[in-house]
């Protein structure tokens, strides 16, 4: 079987280390915060090309306490799409805000400029672009838009880590940005864990406050915060990785082109890397119409698949209450029904993506030949 993701051989080939780190934070009982944390802080803004880096205990909660540090909350409007994980929304409802939909660009799968700017009230206070799949949305115009309403832009950076569009690294652009360091991300925890990144250090100073009670100082609450800290043994396990993650995310860029050369000429509707834009391939998403019947015979074939995601957000029980119908983000609803994920991470190895390319093009040639 070609898995879908292989943590177990990422772990394999850096052992030795991540078993060090671990013990060493086990033995210091540094288990919360700590100097793990602070060190991944530092080297994760500067990954980032931005300010600062707040660790906090999940990619959601990087999100929800980002947004609270800008002030959002109830009353306030927040547009997202809804062709992305259920966390870009519900981070936006818990602060209170109400969650406003715009259609995605077919053709990147992230948020359509024009549909924002559409879906744009006197109430819309922020503005939530994903960067999906590993590929980041189209950051110029959003920024134009942003500003031109005075909008705030946080950035779902939790697929992206290391990308770049016109330059410009994931995180470094919006006004915020959220990362998840949930173990199948490009760059994965032992457990649950994720960033906030910033330029602003008001918002920074705020964001360590809400993470860990409200108190910069300890007992000296100001605010009512939360218990949303980064593990001391996640910042050991994700600074070992640091120094991994850009020859992962080159050996899953070539695994991308190694898929688009054995895809060549053959019809399968491969995933499009735009030309201004460094795309980190966390998922490597092809369209199908058949896609139920490919997903039985890939697996019949020994090829593992994803779906991500199944369900535009708008179309799901969870949203019922926003009011939305069938019909209302075409392209969004398209996505959700084509998308189909296949094997994708570093440790791939060209007989595994021969084995997954030649069972995908038997099944794209049946298609042509019933159409
Ligand atoms: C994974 C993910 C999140 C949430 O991150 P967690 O660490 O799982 O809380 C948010 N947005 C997107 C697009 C994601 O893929």
């Not at 080297?43 to 999940?58: H, K, L, Q």
């Not at 400029?113 to 950051?139: C, F, N, S, W």
């Not at 990362?179 to 991300?185: A, V």
């Amino acid at each position: 079987m070609v898995p879908f993701v292989d943590l177990k051989a990422q772990y394999r080939s850096i052992k030795p280390e991540i078993d060090a780190a671990v013990m060493k934070t086990l033995e210091d009982c540094a288990f919360v915060l700590g100097p793990e944390v602070a060190a991944l802080e530092n080297r994760f803004a500067d990954y980032c090309e931005t300010g600062f880096a707040v660790g906090v205990n999940s990619g959601t909660n990087a999100l929800y306490l980002g947004l609270l540090a800008a002030g959002i909350g109830e009353g306030d409007e927040v547009i997202t799409v809804p062709h992305t994980f259920i966390a870009s929304a519900s981070a936006i409802h818990y602060t209170g805000a109400k969650v406003v939909f715009c259609d995605i660009d077919p053709v990147t799968f992230t948020m359509d400029p024009e549909a924002l700017e559409a879906a744009i009230t006197p109430r819309t206070k922020a503005v939530v672009p994903v960067h999906l799949y590993g590929q980041m949305a189209d950051m110029d115009p959003i920024m134009a838009i942003a500003k031109k309403h005075g909008l705030i832009v946080m950035e779902d950076a939790a697929q992206s880590h290391g990308a770049e569009y016109r330059g410009r690294r994931a995180g470094s652009i919006g006004d915020l940005a959220g990362f998840s360091f949930y173990p199948g991300k490009n760059l994965g925890a032992a457990g649950e864990a994720g960033m906030t990144v910033t330029a602003r250090e008001d918002w920074t100073r705020k964001l360590r406050m809400l993470r860990d009670w409200g108190a910069e100082e300890k007992y000296h609450h100001e605010i009512i915060g939360y218990n949303m800290r980064m593990e001391g043994l996640q910042g050991a396990v994700l600074n070992v990785k640091m120094d991994h993650i850009e020859r992962w995310t080159e050996a899953r860029r070539a695994a991308a082109a190694r898929y688009r050369n054995l895809f060549a000429g053959s019809g399968v509707q491969i995933p499009l890397e735009a030309e201004d834009r460094r795309h980190v391939y966390h998922v490597y998403a092809i369209r199908t119409p058949d896609r139920a019947r490919w997903i039985d015979e890939l697996k019949a074939a020994g090829v593992a698949t994803g779906i991500h995601y199944p369900f535009a957000l708008h179309r799901l029980k969870a949203f019922d209450f926003l009011g939305y119908r069938e019909g209302q983000f075409p392209h969004a609803e398209k996505a959700a029904a084509e998308v189909l994920s296949l094997p994708m991470f570093p440790e791939i190895t060209p007989d595994q993506q021969e084995i997954v390319a030649n069972a995908v093009m038997r099944l794209q040639a049946d298609t042509e030949i019933d159409a």
